[in-house]
């Protein structure tokens, strides 16, 4: 084997080796929707505002936008919470069309359980219900939680529905609950109650990637186990309202009095609000009423420069056919 062909073969063997490195260039990105101007802004991981998200529809007052949501087709999922509207986008922003209705109630929180069903978590400070909605937009279910509070939903590996309650009269039945998928009631999830952690007006919930549960309540961040054991507080801050995961597991927080979004990392470090009303290209009167990470966007040059790269090996090969080798300097 000539040394040329040596060397081709080895920089070709190196560049195979690239797309692990551009892992660190995919960009997830971060959908806020905005109470005030009624609209979704899509920022990047950073707190840079990309532009509008899904303007069709949340423009000049055509829609309030609610929960958002994706599901495993990587297909954007926004409630509107005027009318119970569910709409349907891919995850650049284009408009897939009027998914289903859960009528005129108010859709706090939705989520996906693994196959395909969105669940809602629909009320206000009183009793609240759960609606199930398959993948064709149909309703096949209406639970009654005999729960209270404005919070949303998490849902597990196996199913199971877990919901906050916040009850405005007393701390004491605060906590987070479980129901199965048949609406049946199966108690509060170990120690995430009011008397065991202190987890008391519990706003939001979400589970990492190893399946430990995260419920932000008054103003805290509190931690659990897949079998609920209290772990204890994972962050503090000015935060209510909403949890969210990116990719690369950091937690993104709504900030208190809905002016923005602030970021820790997956030890609960503080790593600055990446977007605050009236900062950088976030709106003045930016008021969040909820966010979610959309699936991961390569950044430009990334794979320009693997196709750069591809074209190289192979005009290599071809210069190695159409002309005989040289031989390099001293050999």
């Given at each position: 084997m000539s040394e040329t062909e040596k060397m081709r073969r080895l920089l070709c063997a190196a560049f195979a080796l690239l797309p692990g490195l551009f892992i660190q260039t995919i960009r997830a990105d971060l959908l806020v929707d905005d109470?005030?101007?009624q609209q979704v802004f899509r920022f990047n991981d950073s707190g840079t505002l990309l532009g509008t998200f899904g303007a069709t529809q949340f423009h000049l007052g055509a829609a309030t936008p609610g929960a958002?949501?994706?599901?495993?087709?990587?297909?954007?999922?926004?409630?509107?919470?005027?009318?119970?509207?569910?709409?349907r986008y891919d995850s650049q922003g284009n408009f897939l069309g009027l998914f289903g209705n859960i009528g005129a109630t108010v859709?706090?929180?939705?989520?996906?359980d693994s196959v395909g069903n969105l669940w809602h978590r629909t009320g206000t400070t009183t009793l609240n219900n759960l609606i199930r909605v398959n993948s064709a937009g149909t309703i096949?279910?209406?639970?009654?939680?005999?729960?209270?509070?404005?919070?949303?939903?998490?849902?597990?590996?196996?199913?199971?529905?877990?919901?906050?309650?916040?009850?405005?009269?007393?701390?004491?039945t605060d906590g987070v609950y479980r129901m199965n998928a048949s609406?049946?009631?199966?108690?509060?999830?170990?120690?995430?109650?009011?008397?065991?952690?202190?987890?008391?007006?519990?706003?939001s919930v979400a589970f990492d990637s190893s399946g430990r549960l995260y419920v932000l309540s008054a103003g805290r961040v509190l931690r659990y186990s897949s079998t609920g054991t209290f772990l204890g507080t994972f962050a503090?801050?000015?935060?209510?309202?909403?949890?969210?995961?990116?990719?690369?597991?950091?937690?993104?927080?709504?900030?208190?009095?809905?002016r923005g979004v602030a970021k820790y990392n997956s030890q609960g470090t503080f790593l600055g609000n990446v977007v605050q009303s009236g900062v950088g290209g976030a709106p003045a009167t930016l008021r969040d009423g909820g966010f979610a990470f959309i699936p991961p966007v390569p950044e430009p040059g990334s794979a320009a420069t693997l196709l750069l790269f591809g074209f190289f090996c192979r005009r290599r090969r071809n210069w190695r056919v159409s002309a005989p080798p040289r031989a390099f300097p001293g050999r």
């Open positions: 109470l005030t101007s958002i949501g994706v599901d495993s087709s990587n297909r954007v999922y926004i409630t509107n919470i005027t009318n119970g509207d569910i709409f859709p706090m929180g939705i989520d996906f096949t279910a209406n639970f009654p939680t005999q729960l209270m509070g404005q919070s949303d939903i998490a849902i597990d590996s196996s199913d199971l529905l877990y919901v906050p309650q916040f009850n405005p009269f007393t701390d004491t609406g049946t009631s199966l108690g509060a999830f170990g120690q995430a109650t009011s008397a065991a952690s202190d987890c008391v007006d519990p706003e503090t801050g000015a935060i209510a309202e909403f949890l969210t995961f990116d990719p690369a597991g950091n937690l993104y927080a709504g900030l208190d009095t809905e």
